[in-house]
């Protein structure tokens, strides 16, 4: 699964560019909308099918809850991002993340956790490379969102008010 804005800094067209190389089965939501969605979906279109991935472009969805629930992975392609709320939500809900190795969140978040897998932001094969890494030790890493929770602790509204706090009692 993918979520996010549908526009050039997240990304998504390096994702977009290797699907037709996946050689595995596997039914992929697209979730978000944006200034880039039709330029897209008719990307998408162009490329040479493949008959083992079903893509599944979806504008804004107000509950991706039954989309996380329905998925194993989330890839993020972003090229820069903050605080990364659908790797948290990722997280919580037992996925696996392959993410960017972009500045800000994701570097962040999946090197201090450990909990998924980071590809060069301008390699498109490696992407490639490391879904196929993750579908042949998927069970292996997936083993790893046990500990998630130590890590997630970080994310909790009270744990973050009483850092903020501290922090401020300090000043």
């Known amino acids: ?3 996010g804005r549908l526009d050039k800094e997240k990304g998504i067209d390096a994702f977009l560019h290797i699907i037709h190389k996946i050689n595995f089965k596997s039914e992929i939501y697209i979730l978000g909308n944006g200034k880039e969605y039709k330029k897209l979906v008719n990307l998408y279109k162009n490329f040479k099918r493949n008959h083992f991935i079903k893509i599944k472009f979806m504008r804004y969805v107000k509950n991706t809850q039954k989309f996380y629930s329905k998925s194993h992975i989330l890839i ?3 090229h820069f991002e903050g605080s990364n709320n659908s790797i948290i939500e ?3 809900n037992n996925l696996c993340v392959i993410g960017s190795n972009s500045p800000g969140g994701n570097r962040e978040i999946i ?3 450990r909990l998924g897998l980071l590809y060069n932001l301008n390699v498109h094969l490696d992407l490639l490379k490391k879904i196929n890494f993750m579908k042949k ?3 292996k ?3 790893k969102l046990k500990n998630k929770k130590y890590f997630l602790k970080k994310f909790q509204e009270n ?3 009483s850092k903020t706090f501290n922090i401020l009692k300090k000043i």
């Open 90 to 92: 990722a997280f919580n």
């Open 141 to 143: 890493i997936h083993s």
């Open 76 to 78: 993020n392609t972003s």
């Open 111 to 113: 090197s201090d956790s």
């Open 1 to 3: 699964m993918w979520v």
């Open 159 to 161: 744990y973050s008010h």
């Open 137 to 139: 030790n998927y069970y």
